[in-house]
C-alpha cells in the first residue's frame, strides 16, 4: 500500500498536464483508442525526460523502496488510462 501511495505522489505533479492532454484530445476526436496512443507516448517521453536530466534523482527514491522504473511508469500509464477513459465516457455523453 505504501509503494501505491509513493506512486501515486510521483503521479500528482502529471495529473494535470495528463488532463490537459486528455482534454485535447478530446476536443479533436473523442475515441478512446487515440486517446490512450498519446498517454503511451507521453508517459515513455516522461521516462525518458526524468531518466535523462538531473530530475533523475527522483527516481533514487523509488529504487530505495523496491520500485523499478519500469514498475513506476507502467502502473502511472495504468493509472493515466482509467483516469482517461473514464472523462472520455463522460466527455461523449454530453456530447
Known amino acids: ?50 531518466s535523462e536530466t538531473p530530475n533523475k534523482r527522483k527516481l533514487t527514491f523509488y529504487k530505495n523502496l523496491g520500485i523499478s522504473p519500469f514498475k513506476l511508469f507502467s502502473i502511472m500509464f495504468l493509472i493515466d488510462c482509467i483516469l482517461t477513459v473514464f472523462y472520455l465516457s463522460v466527455f461523449r455523453e454530453f456530447t
Open 1 to 50: 500500500m505504501y509503494r501505491f501511495l509513493a506512486i501515486l505522489s510521483f503521479y500528482k505533479p502529471f495529473v494535470i498536464w495528463s488532463f490537459l492532454v486528455t482534454a485535447v484530445v478530446a476536443f479533436f476526436n473523442a475515441q478512446i483508442a487515440p486517446a490512450i496512443a498519446t498517454k503511451l507516448f507521453l508517459t515513455v517521453f516522461a521516462w525518458y525526460y526524468v
